[in-house]
């Protein structure tokens, strides 16, 4: 039997976006042992590769795409934060997802909840000076303020769907370091 399928409101989508990990989760399998595997992608990354750059810290990985190779620029790019993991078998498999980096997400919602109190000010203000007399016009530079969260949230979607490129771009790395492509 299927699970009925939430109906989720516009403020829990945003919420699963920038805080919690993407839906396109990373496993990928190899024969080669742990200490292999990442000796491997570490040789990689030291080599230039001309793509992809980051960081290896113990079982952790941190990859990303380079900014002169990436379609999302600047801080909006997708970082692959990933564990290797030892498999019964004696491979391994390495474990991740694609998400903004921390600092991103923490300037999104400075500048959403920052765009929400401004936007809820300039309405109440509105609210305050408004008079039999006026129209439609006058209460226009209040209303105004109200479309910077949405012009927010549209731009942090829009560079979303353009990082899917890099985060397939980092997929395909992976798998020809791993040999599983």
């Known amino acids: 039997m299927a699970s009925p399928r939430v109906s ?20 990928l399998h190899t024969e080669l042992s742990p200490q292999r595997l990442l000796a491997r992608l570490q040789s990689a990354l030291s080599d230039e590769a001309p793509e992809i750059t980051g960081r290896i810290q113990g079982t952790a990985i941190q990859l990303w795409r380079r900014a002169s190779r990436s379609h999302s620029r600047g801080t909006f790019a997708p970082v692959f934060y990933g564990a290797v993991e030892p498999t019964p078998d004696g491979g391994s498999r390495l474990v991740g997802h694609f998400q903004l980096h921390p600092v991103t997400r923490l300037y999104i919602l400075v500048w959403t909840t920052a765009s929400v109190l401004l936007a809820l000010g300039f309405l109440g203000v509105g609210i305050l000076r408004a008079s039999p007399e006026q129209d439609a016009l006058d209460a226009l530079p209040f209303v105004w303020p109200a479309l910077l969260p949405l ?18 771009a980092v997929r395909t790395w992976l798998g020809t370091i791993m040999g599983t492509e």
């Open 8 to 27: 989720r409101s516009p403020l829990d989508r945003l919420a699963q976006g920038l805080w919690r990990p993407s839906d396109s989760r990373v496993v």
């Open 151 to 168: 012009a927010g949230l549209a731009v942090v979607r829009w560079q979303q769907r353009r990082g899917r490129a890099d985060e397939e």
